[in-house]
C-alpha cells in the first residue's frame, strides 16, 4: 500500500485582536496600555476619534506625546491632578459659603484670557492636546470648541474627564484595581511592553467611591464671554 501521505506543516495561527478575543474562551488581553496592540489602534484613530475614553487617553498621554490640558479651577486642581497636566481654568470659580444650600460652593466668572493663555502656554497649533475638566461635559467641550476655533488642530475631549481618570489611576498613574490591588507594570524594557509581563501586584488601599458627574452647574463659556465682550 502506498504510504500515508505527510501531514501539512501548519504554519503560526494568525494573530487575532484583543476584540475578538474577548469574546471565546482564550485569554482577554485587557483593552487598555500598555498593550501593544491597543495602543497601535488608538494612536491610528486619533485625533481624528476627537472623544478619548480615560483607556485611550492614556495612550495619547503616556505613548503619543498628548499634553493634558486641565481646564477646571486652581482649586479643583490643588486636590487631585494628573502629573504633567497644564491647569488653565476656562471658568474662573472659588469656593465660598452658601447659606442658602448650607454649603461651599463656587463663586463663578468667565475666564475672558482663557485663550492667550493657552496660546502663551502651547504657541503651537500642531500640538497634540488631550483636554479634560471635572468630569468632561461642559468646560471640556466649551474648550475644544475654543480651540478648534481658534486654529488647533489635534485636540481631543477626554470622556468622564479627571473624575474618570482618577478611578482608574493613581496619582502615580499606576493602575487602580476593585479589589484594592495595583499591577506593577515591569520596570524594565519598552514602556509599552506587553501587559503584566514581569510584573506582580501590590496591595494598595481601595479606592473611595467617586461620582460620574460633577454635581456643580458649570457657566456657559461661549454665553458669557459675549456677555463680556457686549
Not at 27 to 38: Q, S
Not at 130 to 156: K, P
Not at 180 to 203: L, M, N, P, Q, S
Amino acid at each position: 500500500a502506498a504510504p500515508a501521505p505527510a501531514p501539512r506543516a501548519r504554519g503560526p495561527a494568525p494573530a487575532r485582536s484583543i476584540y475578538e478575543r474577548k469574546y471565546d474562551n482564550s485569554p482577554v488581553l485587557p483593552a487598555e496600555w500598555p498593550d501593544p496592540e491597543f495602543c497601535a489602534d488608538v494612536a491610528a484613530r486619533f485625533p481624528d476619534d476627537g472623544v478619548a475614553s480615560v483607556f485611550e487617553a492614556r495612550v495619547l498621554f503616556s505613548e503619543e506625546g498628548y499634553t493634558y490640558l486641565d481646564v477646571r479651577t486652581p482649586t479643583e486642581f490643588d486636590e487631585g491632578y494628573v502629573v504633567g497636566a497644564v491647569n488653565i481654568p476656562i471658568i474662573n470659580g472659588k469656593r465660598q459659603w452658601d447659606s442658602e444650600v448650607g454649603d461651599r460652593v463656587f463663586k463663578q466668572s468667565v475666564n475672558k484670557d482663557f485663550l492667550k493663555m493657552v496660546e502663551k502656554k502651547l504657541p503651537d497649533k500642531q500640538q497634540k492636546i488631550m483636554i479634560s475638566c471635572s468630569d468632561g461635559r461642559t468646560r471640556t467641550m466649551s474648550a475644544l470648541i475654543a480651540l478648534d476655533e481658534a486654529g488647533y488642530e489635534n485636540i481631543v475631549g477626554m470622556k468622564g474627564g479627571f473624575l474618570a481618570w482618577t478611578k482608574v489611576y493613581d496619582n502615580k498613574l499606576r493602575r487602580r484595581r476593585e479589589d484594592g490591588y495595583k499591577e506593577v507594570y515591569a520596570a524594565d524594557g519598552d514602556a509599552c511592553g506587553i501587559h503584566g509581563t514581569g510584573a506582580g501586584f501590590g496591595r494598595v488601599d481601595a479606592i473611595a467611591k467617586v461620582p460620574k458627574y460633577d454635581v456643580t452647574e458649570w457657566l456657559d463659556y461661549e454665553e458669557e464671554l459675549e456677555k463680556v465682550n457686549a
